[in-house]
T-cell receptor, first 110, second 116 residues
Framework: QQPVQSPQAVILREGEDAVINCSSS?????VHWYRQKHGEAPVFLMI?????EQKGHDKISASFNEKKQQSSLYLTASQLSYSGTYFC???????????FGKGTKLSVIP | SAVISQKPSRDICQRGTSLTIQCQVD?????MFWYRQQPGQSLTLIAT?????????ESGFVIDKFPISRPNLTFSTLTVSNMSPEDSSIYLC?????????????FGSGTRLTVV
């Protein structure tokens, strides 16, 4: 079952913050986050493997709420380079296959 | 992370013909994944290819239409057979990162296919 991402699109000014949510109707065992710029391949940002886990590097972080079956990606003090489409990919128990959400298009403007 | 060389990068093909897409990885990997992405849309898994066994296809995808080869641990091909305009899409291969699942998946640069 495809996870649901929200919002579908967001426009930010440089320096603003954003939150992208990813929720599933099925139990989640792993959540991946990727960013894809136009015409390029998706690039791995981070993976969360267990409930309650939080991760981050630089100004991008994520959390995983196993009970609510959802994950959130936090982008703080956004930069122009953050523009792109963000996808969450969810994995089932013991499965290497990912099911991706429809994506959130993030545009950062000066 | 692994480096993937995918080719061709794009092609325009006549309906009814077939196109074979190649992915070469710079390290040995157990599984390779093939995805389809309509422009501006999400990534949809076509199949998982393991060396030495038949590929596992996702619902809606069949071997006759998308035959896959995996002759060794660094190479795989996906063929799009008997193409129709509905097959126009971007096709990507993907492998697990060098450090295992903690490194996520690396994607090839994609093949943009247009069927006319």
């Amino acid at each position: 079952q495809q996870p649901v991402q929200s919002p579908q699109a967001v426009i930010l000014r440089e320096g603003e913050d954003a939150v992208i949510n990813c929720s599933s109707s099925k139990a989640l065992y792993s959540v991946h986050w990727y960013r894809q710029k136009h015409g390029e391949a998706p690039v791995f940002l981070m993976i969360l493997l267990k409930g309650g886990e939080q991760k981050g590097h630089d100004k991008i972080s994520a959390s995983f709420n196993e009970k609510k079956q959802q994950s959130s990606l936090y982008l703080t003090a956004s930069q122009l380079s953050y523009s792109g489409t963000y996808f969450c990919g969810t994995g089932g128990a013991g499965s290497y296959q990912l099911t991706f959400g429809k994506g959130t298009k993030l545009s950062v403007i000066p | 992370s692994a480096v993937i060389s995918q080719k061709p990068s794009r092609d325009i093909c006549q309906r009814g013909t077939s196109l074979t897409i190649q992915c070469q990885v710079d390290s040995q990997v157990t599984m390779m994944f093939w995805y389809r992405q309509q422009p501006g849309q999400s990534l949809t898994l076509i199949a998982t290819a393991n060396q030495g066994s038949e590929a596992t296809y996702e619902s809606g995808f069949v071997i006759d239409k998308f035959p896959i080869s995996r002759p060794n641990l660094t190479f795989s091909t996906l063929t799009v057979s008997n193409m129709s305009p509905e097959d126009s899409s971007i096709y990507l291969c993907s492998v697990e990162g060098q450090g295992g699942i903690a490194d996520g998946y690396t994607f090839g640069s994609g093949t943009r296919l247009t069927v006319v």
